[in-house]
């Protein structure tokens, strides 16, 4: 009966149209109130005490460093760097996408910044070349939604601080399977290329390359800079971000100067208000957390789960499509916030690497970003190409299918994400 009042009364208000972020309070409120602890003082407290959390000043900072580098010309060299290296082969700008999504996700690890950065830039080069634009928009979706997954990463920040792990292994975690992710997007594109009678770009000569690696060499080192700062813990994943907000403001300002003073406000203002949103939602699903804490909901989920719990691997396939029905109606930070307080506790029980299971539970709800009706990566793509959504959808199917593929590999082979987890972690 608990779960029913939370869950009817979640999808009842999200029904009516009220932000996913009221809809929790309001859950939370329906929850108390059947719980007959209801108090409002409770209530605002736990809002209070779910944005005061030192991780957390992560999340303005790396979103900071992703509005700089769109703006700032760090992402237009990155994509720049991978045309030279790979735009010439069979559907070589398709490949250019995946690279300069890998490298771009090891800058920002937003989604939206990067796929937007990516739609704006490739998907008119793509169009112009040949290519279906639903197609490209759907590969270009499907790519962005690596940010996520390689670090730094905001979902890990998040899962991290609601599940209390630690963030820098779940960064470390993550290099391996995001690039996995791009490799299974890459293979699929070069099967669906290879239909496509496009000739692809002239071959760079060497010195075009050469240049192009100097002028992308100063975005090209923050990824280092990061993950080499957490592997020998140098700073913390906020000091991280820090860091990375810093240097970037530094290099498009000092050294590309294509970022003026005139645009700061707007770059700074538009960090705040995708922070604000991304604050609230997690200061209003803390509400949530605390009472399905109260409710003992996370004891009814094990009970429910009994049954898997003697095989570790039947019971991550059974969670992961549990989300991926969960993606397909909700985004991806409400959906960490609201199931890894009930999720976390089946987990322990059942001796799984909570970290393990992080890197998959972000990866699952990354790849719900761009599953319909919500998709809100879809809705990026469609918003920047100027097409319809189904458009877009239709597209990235395929690529879509390809990683939920190397997610369930990586069900069936934890290895692929425990071993070099442990090597990058020392």
């Known amino acids: 009966m608990t779960i029913f009042i939370f869950i009817g009364s979640l999808l009842g208000v999200m029904a009516l149209g009220v932000p996913i972020a009221y809809a929790l309070l309001l859950s939370g409120v329906a929850l108390m109130w059947h719980l007959g602890i209801f108090d409002a003082q409770i209530l605002a407290q736990n809002v209070i005490n779910g944005a005061d ?26 994509v720049n760097l991978a045309l030279q290296l790979v735009g010439h082969r069979r559907g070589g700008l398709g490949y250019v996408a995946i690279v300069a999504a890998c490298i771009m996700a090891a800058l920002s690890g937003s989604a939206v910044a990067d796929t937007a950065a990516l739609a704006a830039l490739l998907l008119p080069m793509m169009v112009r070349a040949g290519h279906d ?58 099967l669906v290329a290879s239909k496509e009678d496009i000739v692809p770009p002239p071959k760079a000569t060497w010195p075009e390359r050469i240049q192009a690696l100097k002028e992308s060499t100063w975005a090209l080192v923050l990824p280092i800079i990061v993950i080499v700062g957490l592997k020998f813990g140098v700073f913390t994943p906020t000091e991280a971000a820090v860091v990375a907000a810093v240097y970037a403001l530094l290099v498009s300002t000092l050294v590309y100067r294509e970022l003026s003073l005139k645009q700061l406000y707007g770059v700074f203002a538009s960090a705040a208000k995708t ?44 969670i992961m499509v549990l989300v991926m029905l969960v993606g397909t109606a909700m985004d991806m930070i409400p959906t960490v916030l609201i199931l890894t307080p009930v999720l976390m506790p089946v987990i322990k029980a059942a001796g799984i690497d909570p970290i393990y299971f992080g890197v998959l539970f972000i990866m699952n709800n990354a790849i719900g970003l761009i599953t319909p009706p919500v998709g809100t990566v879809l809705n990026v793509v469609a918003g920047v190409g100027r097409m319809k959504l189904d458009e877009v959808t239709k597209g990235v199917l395929p690529f879509m299918l390809a990683e939920f593929i190397v997610m369930f590999v990586l069900v069936f082979f934890p290895w692929l994400v425990t071993g070099p987890a442990r090597w990058f972690s020392g």
């Open 53 to 78: 959390s030192f991780p957390l000043l992560a999340v303005p900072f790396f979103m900071l460093a992703g509005e700089i580098m769109n703006v700032g010309g760090l992402s237009r060299r990155i």
């Open 133 to 190: 634009k639903g197609r490209a928009g759907g590969l270009i979706a499907s790519a962005g939604i690596i940010a996520p997954i390689i670090p730094p990463s905001i979902g890990f920040v998040i899962f991290g601080v609601a599940a209390n792990v630690s963030i820098s292994k779940l960064f470390l975690a993550g290099i391996v399977p995001g690039l996995l992710m791009g490799l299974g997007i890459a293979i699929t594109w070069y």
């Open 275 to 318: 922070t604000a949103v991304i604050m609230f939602l997690t200061a209003a699903a803390m509400v949530s957390a605390w009472l399905i804490t109260v409710a003992d909901i996370p004891a009814q989920t094990v009970d429910l789960l009994k049954p898997f719990m003697s095989n570790q691997t039947m019971l991550l396939i059974a």
